[in-house]
């Protein structure tokens, strides 16, 4: 959830996705009364690009809490070709239904139709194209094939709606708010040789990806199997898991730490996983002095910032739209990039060999 303030940009992880319906929706309302509380000029409301999790529900919270009739919601993502068209959800012209998101273990996309996707019943949602008549009330799940969508449905918010969708919908309501500033620029991205990637979204990882992040000398690491499938924390696993990781870093090596195995559908899953993975990168970090520090996954990203005790970072570099390169207050040497699960890794950080200094 992101709040815009009267001359500041907050951002608050909620990290809801993984919880139930009805925990979401709880947690929701205590986070929308603590950001109404800090007189903000407008709430955003930052969701999946493809509309995974219990996005009714708390959108449903929101509103409730704010007094709101109406909420616009736009998902999809232009500059990755994820387009919202007639109501039907299309990643690189396929429905969604069809590609690698249908194999989501938590969400999986059986239908590409943004009603199905969304409609629970607890509230009226629609779906209408950027230049429709709008309802009075419900949940407005708006077309978005272009630029011109975005614009027009930025345009067409108002003190009875709430705002939320992807970044790129967010990005377009900004440019109505002349005093925000832009991320500043650097000409390179600084990649060091104790680099340390770690890949915590479930999103499937083809063998060509593996292939390309071994053929850039990175040496891979994948959780062992019984601290995967073990609902405790095993302290001393994860601490030999993290020796080993040092000791390569230590090397000179570069390391991807990876979660590649079958899923059980155990219920909270997600969450003990993303547990575990923040515990590792606090003992590596115990261990050894890290350069780079590169995170998929939003979800992930929450937990290993929350072990590590960092809240506040400065943004020194956008990469590619989504992909952010940061330093963190309390740990000034440390460069900490970040992307969304389901977006690619651009080709400037995978071809690692070409950008060590």
Request: charged fraction near 25%.
């Amino acid at each position: 959830m992101i709040l815009l303030g009267l001359l500041k940009l907050e951002e608050l992880a909620s990290d809801t996705r993984s919880l139930s319906k009805e925990n979401a929706y709880s947690e929701i309302k205590k986070i929308t009364a603590y950001l109404i509380s800090l007189k903000p000029e407008f709430i955003f409301k930052k969701i999946d690009s493809v509309l995974r999790g219990n996005i009714e529900y708390e959108l449903v919270a929101q509103m409730e809490v704010m007094k709101k009739s109406i909420a616009i919601v736009v998902a999809g993502n232009s500059n990755f070709n994820r387009l919202i068209k007639n109501g039907v959800y299309y990643v690189n012209g396929q429905l969604l239904s069809e590609t690698s998101f249908a194999t989501d273990p938590e969400f999986p996309a059986k239908t590409s139709s943004v009603l199905e996707i969304i409609k629970k019943g607890t509230i009226a949602v629609t779906n209408c194209n950027s230049k429709d008549e709008l309802p009075l009330s419900g949940l407005i799940i708006g077309d978005n094939s272009s630029e011109d969508d975005l614009s027009r449905w930025a345009n067409r918010l108002d003190h009875d709606s709430i705002a939320a969708g992807s970044a790129v919908f967010f990005k377009q309501i900004l440019k109505k708010y002349p005093y925000t500033e832009n991320i500043t620029q650097q000409s390179d991205i600084t990649i060091k040789e104790k680099s340390l990637f770690i890949f915590g979204s479930k999103f499937p990882k083809t063998e060509s990806f593996i292939e390309r992040i071994k053929a850039s000398d990175i040496e891979i690491t994948n959780m062992p199997k019984a601290l995967f499938e073990t609902a405790e924390i095993e302290i001393s696993t994860i601490e030999n898991w993290a020796k080993d990781i040092a000791k390569s870093l230590n090397n000179k090596k570069k390391v991807a730490v990876t979660m590649i195995h079958e899923s059980n559908n155990e219920d909270g899953l997600a969450k003990r996983i993303k547990t575990k993975i923040g515990l590792l990168a606090s003992n590596i970090l115990a261990k050894t002095t890290i350069d780079h520090l590169l995170i998929e996954g939003g979800a992930t990203t929450f937990a290993i910032l929350n072990q590590l005790k960092i809240s506040e970072l400065y943004p020194v570099k956008e990469i590619e739209p989504g992909v952010i390169q940061m330093i963190p207050k309390n740990h000034p040497n440390l460069h900490i990039t970040t992307k969304p699960g389901s977006y690619l890794w651009p080709d400037e950080i995978l071809d690692l060999n070409n950008n060590i200094p």
